[in-house]
Structures are given as C-alpha cells and as structure tokens.
C-alpha cells in the first residue's frame, strides 16, 4: 500500500465489504427470532349492503381490530406493515381476497393496540355474490428489516357472514 | 534545541536521522513515505482494526438490540482507524533504506555488461554496483544462459 490515496482507497473499500458483511449477518441473525403474535377482529355493524350501479355488491362495515405484534419486532426491524384482507370463494373463483384496511407500525410500543375503524377501503365483489357470504378476515403482516430480508405471515380468522339481504 | 539533541529526540520518534537532512520537527508530512516495512505494517494494521471493530460493533447492536449504535460503533472504527493507518507516521518509517548519496554514486561505474563466449552460447552478467551496504536483499542477478 504505497502512498496516502492507495492507503486511503484501500481502506475504504475494506471497510464498505466488512459493512455488507455485517448487514448480511444481521439479517441472518432476524432468523433466530420465533414471534407468536395474537389477533382478533370483532365486526362491530354492517353500515350497508348495496348493489352499486354498475352492478357489482358493495359492504361497508366497522370493525374492532386488536392485536398483540410486539415479538414481530427485532433490532432490524424498520417497520411493520399490517392489512386486514376479507376473504372468499365465489363461483367464478376459488378466492377472492379484499383488502379492508392496513397501517404501518413504526415501533414495538406501538404494535400492542386496538382500533375501531371503518373499512378504509371499498369490499366491493365482482358480481352479486355476496350476499348471505360466509368469509374469513385475515390479518396478513410484512416484518420490513433496517437490512436483508423482509418476513411475511398471517393469521386467518375465521366465522364472519355477510347478511342475506341488501340493506 | 542543539542539532545534537533535536537528532536525538528524531531518532527516538522513528524519523530517519542523517547529517545531510535537516528535519523539521513537527507531525508528519507528505516528504515522508513509508518504507516497505511499514507499509506492511499498515496494511495489516489496517486489516486487523476494521475486522475487531465490525465484530465489536456487531456485538454491541446485537446486546443492545440498537441497529444505531452497531453503524456508529463501526463509524467510529472506521475513522480511528483511518486516523493511525493513513498518514505517514515516523513509526511506520523505521527501517528506511539507506540510498547511496550521488556524490558517491559517481565514484563506482556503472554496471557492466560482460559478454564471454562460449562453443553453445554467450553468457551475460549484470552486477549491480549502487548499493553500498552489502547486508541489505539485493536484487536477484539476472542471467541468461
């Protein structure tokens, strides 16, 4: 390593390697992480139940989501993306998958909580199906690192109808 | 300081000492390089550092489960490391080659070519004849037969 810029570039370069070593070993590290998260979503009131112009069912309905996050977080997590997504299974298809509602957590005291919320998004169907549905509300979670690999899981509740009739 | 003492106090800290030199006292500047030996000695300073302090740091974020205190563990690490290994320090600077003075060059030929023949071929010898202290490596003769 002859002179002041061939020392200087030298070091750099090693020390830029190391650091993606590092970042690759704490992303490894996230494995050894074993979460067991907790959920439960109360369906509060269906708002209403219409056939919209075009044809296609819509619901609106407020829901009670809690849950119980806090071991999805470890010191490379970023943030956690949460949805809430309605599922089903109509004629046409085998599933049918509407997201109702999402947020994102940006830290661990935040992950223990509970909110009482509209569907943030339209549950519209494709076609007239829904009535008297049964359908699954899953809460799904994307665990996004500070660096490497982003984890992805979900639990499905299970027990939800939709009403017979419009109202 | 008498010029006896400040060579002295150089000599001490690794400067390269002779009576045609007359060397400012002061931090180290770009008139110095390092000697190879010092070089070598950077580099694997250098080498080893960085690698103690990403473990380091990578224990500490782990322990404290702060991924920003890993980044500026290594941050610091880095530069510290940068700050020993990169400026030509007089301790990197302790075994210097003694290059033979000019005037004294002159006083010796120079190399020769000596061609002797032979029935097969001819030989030739280069003698390097620059160096005055036969103790330091020499490069290897060159011979072709």
Redesign the interface.
Known sequence: MHSFGYRLNGLLTFAVTILALMCAITSLSDNFNTPSPSAEIKIMNINWFQKQPQGHDEVSLTMNVSADLQSLFTWNTKQVFIFVAAEYETRKNSLNQVSLWDAIIPAKEHAKFWIHTSNKYRFVDQGNNLRGKKFNLTLHWHVMPKTGKMFADKIVLTGYSLPEEYR | MSYFTQNSLLSFLGYPVSLQTFLPLSAPS?HF?MDWQG?KL??QI??IM??VF?VT??VA??V????QM?VLV?AGG?TL??LI????WPFFNRHPLNWLDPSEAEKHPKPQVTVSSKKKGFKRTIEPAHRLDPSLPTANLVTLA
């Open positions: 770009l390089t070089q950077a580099e250098m080498q960085l690698l990403a740091a990578f974020g782990y404290l489960g702060s991924f890993m290594y880095v490391t940068g290994t990169i400026p030509n």
